[in-house]
Structures are given as C-alpha cells and as structure tokens.
C-alpha cells in the first residue's frame, strides 16, 4: 500500500464530501484513522466530523473511533455521544459493551472500573470481572491501536488505495476550479486567522498544509526552483512532478507558509536536504510570489 494522507490532507477530503453532499462511508473513515499519527490528530479529526456535522455511520464510532480514545474525559464524552439519553434499544449490546470496556481502560481504580460495570448494567450489559481488573490500561489500548493497522495494512480486501485516488481525483478537480489568486487568498486568510499555525506533536509529527502544498507548484509552473530545469517527469495524474520544500525547515522552527515553501525536482531536493549549501539556501530565500 504506496500511498500516504496527512491531516491536512484529511480534512481536504472531509470538506469536499460536505460539499459535494456526500455520506462518508466505513471504509473512507478507517483510512483516515490509518493516517493518523497520534491522539492530538485523533481529537482534531474528531472535532472535523462534528464541525462539519457530516452523516458518521454509527458503527465508526463503536468499532472504530472508540479504540482511538486516550482520555478518560473524552471517552465518557464520546460515550454520551452515542448513548443519548440512557436509549438501550438504539444501539447494540455488543457495542454498549465496547464503550463501557473501554471507559474501563481508561479508568485509574478498581473503584471507579466497578461503578462502570454497574453502570453498563443499567444497559442489560454485563461487564465481567477480567474487564473490570484491566482498570489503567493505556498502553494496552496503545498496543491494540498498533494492531488495528497493521490489520488494515494487511487486509488485501481494504479499499484504501481505491479510496485515496478517489480522494486524489476530487482534489484534482478541486484545486483546478481556483485561480491562483483565489488559493493564495484562502491561504492568506488561514495564515490572518491562525487555521494554518504549525503544531508539533511529542513525536515531532508537523502538519502540513495541503493547500501550501498545492501553491508553491502552481507558482513554480512545473520547473524546479533550484536548477530552473522542468521537472524529470509526470505524475500518475499527468501533473509535473515536483516536491514542496521548506526552506526554513519545520523541525527548526519554520513556518508552513506561503513565503517559506518552493518546489523541486527530487534531485535538487535531496541536494539541499544532504549539503545545505547557504549559496541554494540564499537562491531560494529570494523567490518572491508577485501574484
């Protein structure tokens, strides 16, 4: 499975289904869950889908989602979320069951896991005694989240790769229907409004702006601007292929903005990733975007 989606990417495609007034199905779902990198990007995705008020099938967050959760807090929201109103007969026992295990997890006493498993009976649900022991369990539900995609990675009948060039098509179709103009003014609005401030993770993870992305190739026109020659080849989609490079890097505190992203050929990019010459870094810096 060659294929990669960062949040910002993610997101793109949860506003494109709002806007095209498409239902988001299981499958769609589970690929951008594969995707994400830690429980920061969990929460955010989390927030998207309420944001958006797209239509969730239920099950996503029982059988998916849930396993996902790493806070006690969260959990019992997200608990509510699908238990409204103490309404047994609108959602499975089985899955009752899930949410209450899982708040179990996540619980840090024995005290608190038995007043979970009585509460689960006022659902008809019993929680047995095993469960109610696994009280405290976060790396355990760490361990199962690692699990969960290394079956989604092997499963030869996922959907993800039909899925992400679908994803990739409706993006395509997207950014081809803005000028120029109109995509550096969404960006510069985001970057005014602080929707595109770089977020760093405890694992160093950065998010990316699709968008940025999308600009520095647009401006270069499909020539590299480092070497000024055309980019070596076309991409599946017929598109020069070029890469986004900050030039200021992320890790070092730069920022994902439209004055600190050009695009390069693969080769120019991995020159100036492995020598950091100040002579390509003084070229680059003086690129100006008169739009």
Sequence with gaps: ??????????????????????????????????????????KEF????????????????????????????????????????????????????????????????????????????????????????????????KIEQIEWKKTRRSDKDNRFTEIYEQFCKMKIQYFESISLKQLKQTLLEQQATGKNTRKIAQISVFNRSVYIKEFAKRVANGVCQLCDKEAPFLDKQGNPFLEVHHIHYLSKGGSDTIDNVVALCPNCHRKIHQLELEEDIKKLSKKHWII
């Design 46 to 141: 989390k927030n998207k889908l309420e944001e958006l008020k797209l239509k969730v099938p239920k099950k996503f967050y029982t059988e998916v989602l849930i396993h996902f959760i790493e806070d006690y807090e969260d959990c019992v929201t997200l608990k509510n979320m699908i238990l409204p109103n103490r309404d047994k007969r609108r959602t499975r026992k089985e899955d009752i069951g899930i949410i209450f295990r899982h708040q179990i997890m996540l619980c840090k006493s024995k005290e608190e896991a038995t007043n979970i498993q009585n509460e689960a009976k006022e659902y008809g649900v019993e929680v047995s005694e095993r469960w109610v022991n696994r009280f405290d369990s976060l790396d355990s539900i």
């Design 1 to 42: 499975m060659n294929i990669t989606m960062d949040l910002s990417e993610i997101f793109l495609y949860l506003e494109l289904m709002k806007k095209e007034k498409k239902k988001t199905s299981l499958d769609e779902l589970n690929l951008m869950v594969y995707f994400l990198e830690d429980y920061d990007q969990i």
